[in-house]
């Protein structure tokens, strides 16, 4: 049964690509989103980028036919943009009929009535809208062909149990899957295996793709830092592997999402010449003026989003000036005290980043730079992706020229997205690692051990 389509601004905005996504009904676009992509394609940031892609989009499929009567896509059905439709009497008093929302939920309304014989329904991702078309008594939908079932969201680890004969088996060569360990496993994912028959008797390995196989990395430090907890070691284990090309950690604050990716991107640039640069991209989403009306240079203007680099940075370098300094004095003086020998280091994270990136080993990007480029050869460490649209994940990915290696990392909760085009579901995180979890040159952890500071721990598990 062919279905009319009403798409609202935020979707085309959210993927610019959905037209094409349903199937053979009739897509149908208010001249009033084309007339708000107008007003948005100059904006700096996400918002901008996207705007203009979905303009392209629209225009792209013109080749096909007339855009006025409706244009047969290339995967069935319709689209068209709607100049009519827009005779507000049915809408009730309270609503300000001069509102672009507001015109988009008439027409809905006007086509549906029109229309009996079709099912009309409004597709949109502002609430507001959805309530007030819903009252209006109009089908609504969220856009979800991107949604992910956050419940379901693949964590990159399994805890089972096994008999000590097969825990052995691992480390003599590796352990095929079998009906106890699950035959269901993607590559690089992790087991944390416990014994069933002789007490503390336990191990994490990983699935490579043919057998289930110990730790590579398990004693390894990078740039001085050493994984804390269970979690910790199958995010270090991923980093360090120069075959994933891709990793994705997903984690509340504290973590260790970020200090983790930066200290693997130090040891493997600056200490072993693996990767020729660091690139650090990091979303400009503000409360406040676009990026763009900021003083300064592109690399000061980013300043203020990349603290987060610089704070793992300046973590990672305190915690090596001291560990070289206590070992320097401990060979003078054995027996004083520990405390009296701590030394302020004679480094700043800032002075680093800029001695850094003054040679070209480290750069600091936001998304609106990466169109036409391609990353080679460096380590891409991308932070706070769940702010990115899936369709700014893959235009990130698609960046990625021969040996690079591309971390993503995050917290998709809903509490921690401040971009409205995206929530819990449909962010460009949770869709990369449920696209990309099959991969063998791909893999993910979900992080849940606190381990920034006691108060951080219980702020992330009472607040």
Same mark, same amino acid.
């Given at each position: 049964m062919i279905k009319n389509y009403i798409l609202d601004t935020n979707v085309l905005i959210h993927y610019p690509g959905s037209i094409y996504t349903f199937e053979d009904n009739n897509v149908i676009i208010p001249i009033i989103c084309l007339e708000e992509l107008d007003g948005l394609k100059k904006r700096e940031g996400i918002l901008g980028?996207?705007?203009?892609?979905? $303009?392209?989009?629209?225009?792209? #499929?013109?080749?096909? !036919?007339d855009i006025h009567n409706g244009v047969k896509l290339p995967g069935?059905?319709?689209?068209?943009?709607?100049?009519?439709?827009? *005779?507000?009497?049915?809408?009730?008093?309270?609503?300000?009929?001069?509102?672009?929302?507001?015109?988009?939920?008439?027409?809905?309304?006007?086509?549906?009535?029109?229309?009996?014989?079709?099912?009309?329904i409004l597709v949109t991702k502002d609430l507001c809208v959805a309530i007030k078309a819903e009252a209006l008594n109009i089908e609504v939908q969220d856009y979800m062909n991107d949604k992910v079932d956050?419940?379901?969201?693949?964590?990159?680890?399994?805890?089972?149990? %096994?008999?000590?004969?097969?825990?052995?088996?691992?480390?003599?060569?590796?352990?095929?899957?079998?009906?106890?360990?699950?035959?269901?496993?993607?590559?690089?994912e992790f087991f944390y295996i416990k014994s069933t028959?002789?007490?503390?008797?336990?191990?994490?390995?990983?699935?490579?793709?043919?057998?289930?196989?110990?730790?590579?990395?398990? *004693?390894?430090?990078a740039w001085g830092l050493t994984?804390? *907890?269970?979690?910790?070691?199958?995010?270090?284990?991923?980093?360090?592997?120069?075959?994933?090309?891709? #990793?994705? %950690?997903s984690g509340g604050a504290g973590t260790g999402k970020s200090i983790l990716s930066v200290a693997v991107a130090l040891q493997k640039v600056i200490e072993s010449n693996v990767y020729d640069k660091i690139i650090l991209v990091k979303p400009v989403v503000t409360a406040g003026d676009p990026i763009g009306f900021l003083p300064g240079t592109e690399n000061q203007k980013l300043k203020p989003f990349m603290d987060s680099f610089g704070d793992s940075i300046e973590s990672l370098m305190s915690e090596r000036s001291k560990k070289i300094a206590s070992e320097k004095h401990s060979k003078l003086k054995k027996n004083a005290k520990r405390s009296d020998y701590h030394e302020k280091p004679s480094f700043s994270a800032?002075?680093?980043?800029?001695?850094?990136?003054?040679?070209? #080993? $480290?750069?600091?990007?936001?998304?609106?730079?990466?169109? !036409?480029?391609?990353?080679?050869?460096?380590?891409?460490?991308?932070?706070?992706?769940?702010?990115?649209? &899936?369709?700014?994940?893959?235009?990130?990915?698609?960046?990625? !020229?021969?040996?690079?290696?591309?971390?993503?990392?995050?917290? &998709?909760?809903?509490?921690?997205?401040? *971009?409205?085009?995206?929530?819990?579901k449909s962010n460009g995180l949770v869709y990369v690692i449920e696209k990309m979890k099959s991969f063998e040159i791909t893999g993910h952890v979900a992080l849940e051990e606190v381990e920034r500071s006691p108060l951080a721990k219980i702020a992330e598990e009472c607040l």
């Open positions: 980028y996207q705007a203009r892609e979905a $303009i392209r989009e629209i225009s792209s #499929v013109r080749k096909y !036919g069935g059905g319709t689209l068209r943009v709607e100049l009519n439709h827009m *005779n507000p009497a049915e809408i009730p008093d309270g609503m300000d009929i001069n509102k672009n929302d507001n015109k988009i939920i008439t027409i809905a309304l006007n086509i549906k009535n029109e229309w009996k014989e079709i099912s009309t956050v419940d379901q969201i693949y964590k990159g680890y399994k805890e089972i149990s %096994l008999p000590s004969s097969q825990i052995d088996k691992i480390y003599n060569g590796g352990l095929k899957l079998n009906r106890k360990t699950g035959l269901d496993a993607n590559p690089n028959d002789q007490n503390f008797h336990e191990t994490l390995a990983k699935y490579d793709g043919n057998k289930i196989m110990p730790l590579r990395y398990a *004693n390894d430090k994984p804390r *907890n269970r979690g910790q070691k199958m995010a270090f284990e991923l980093l360090m592997d120069e075959e994933i090309q891709l #990793v994705t %950690l800032e002075s680093f980043l800029e001695q850094y990136q003054e040679a070209g #080993v $480290i750069e600091m990007k936001t998304f609106a730079f990466m169109r !036409g480029r391609t990353l080679a050869n460096a380590m891409v460490i991308i932070d706070e992706a769940q702010e990115m649209t &899936p369709h700014l994940a893959k235009l990130m990915l698609t960046r990625a !020229g021969l040996g690079a290696k591309f971390v993503m990392i995050g917290d &998709p909760s809903d509490n921690q997205i401040d *971009n409205t085009l995206v929530d819990s």
